[in-house]
């Protein structure tokens, strides 16, 4: 009886050929723009103190209360597998002091992150989020230059998108309008969802996120905090929003805009596909001026965004890299039937005289790879045409035959260890 066969987790996938090299290109752009933009990479553990996500993302909030991996390590503490990024960075941006260095300081990761949500395309529990955040200042170009740069990040990976951006204020005026929007909710529970009646008191904002139809049109007349901020909070975002005019970046105010976690303050923007249905926002981020204190820090100022790279796959057209085509495919003609049971492999000269081209290929700074599946002759050569060699070796008794696959199949015959250094010439005589 044959052991039963083991499937990837649910909501999780194994990353594969064509998959892995267009992450790469998605991978080396993101660097490319963020690093030419100061910011510095970033990698956090993939564990952290439960504590960090319930202080930082916020005890009401869909990813505390029922989306995280939490588990007891042998020492009895709890622990978390990482829901989201801006939590982390701030922790150790607090933790390695570096408030102390010039601000703001920034700092970009690509990282994988872990939700327990309802599986579907587009929406995983291990997913990938490449985010960049912005420590130390307030100033409203650090904002607009942050959604800038995930702007041509999505625009050169080929993924088409709407911006809608808004403002939540400070918290003084984030608690006055949750008052007034409160007692609105109140006053028209009848219509509302189940969800979002029982959410009046924790998290009253989340009902502009509902799907629920009686919570739309209830919330179509309600107060909006957008309306109701402070002098100072109105000309921060009017500010962000001239200079996003300035950089000729398309945005639609949207003051019913929400996002799932508890730390915004001031600007909040995302990013949304028309190409991924549902599961339509790519990625966007917000400022939250309250975190990095509410972690035990200095009073800072913070600004980010995080976008999640199965939606950047799924809406854009990211170039595969494409795997390397080797310069010389080491192909041998002494075959011998592979030994049963694992034992006396055969190791003629011409085999040994293979690996050593293999060895010396790839030392003078060559891409080579060699026969290791005992194919006929006729079976490498199509196995090297089949990678894309454009120089294949065959080692035999006495010397080795070098074909050049790209210059129409010519072969010469020359001393096996003349090989290697032949090919260095041909292909700088290109
Ligand atoms: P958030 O951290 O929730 O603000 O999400 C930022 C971006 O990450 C979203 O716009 C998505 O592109 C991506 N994302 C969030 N959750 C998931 C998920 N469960 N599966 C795949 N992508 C996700």
Redesign the pocket.
Known sequence: MSAPKLKAPR?TFDVLGEQATMRATVEAKARAILEGAGYERIETPTLEATELFARGVGESTD?VQK?MYTLTDGGGRSLTLR????APVCRAYVEHGMHKRPQPVKLWYLSS?F?Y?R?QA????????V?AEALGSEDPAVDAESIVLLGTLLAELGVSVRLRISSLGSPDSRMAHRELLQTYLREHEASLSEEVKARIELNPLRAFDSDHEGTRAVMQSAPRLLDQLDEEDKAHFVEVCALLREADVAYEVDPSLV???DYYTRTVF???SDDLGA?S?????GRYDGLIAQLGGPPTPGMG????????LLAGTPPAAGAAAPDVYVAWTDLKKPPQGGQGWPRGAVRTAAFGILREARSAGLTAQMELANRSLKGQLGQAAKMNARYVAIVGEQETVLKNMQGGGAQETMATDTVVHTVLRRLRDL
């Open positions: 909501g990813i989306e829901p989201e990024g801006t992150f939700r949500e599986a587009g929406r995983y529990r291990q997913f990938w989020q985010g996002r799932g976690l995302e990013f949304t599961q926002g790519v990625g966007g981020g965004w995080a976008a999640g790279i199965e939606r950047i």
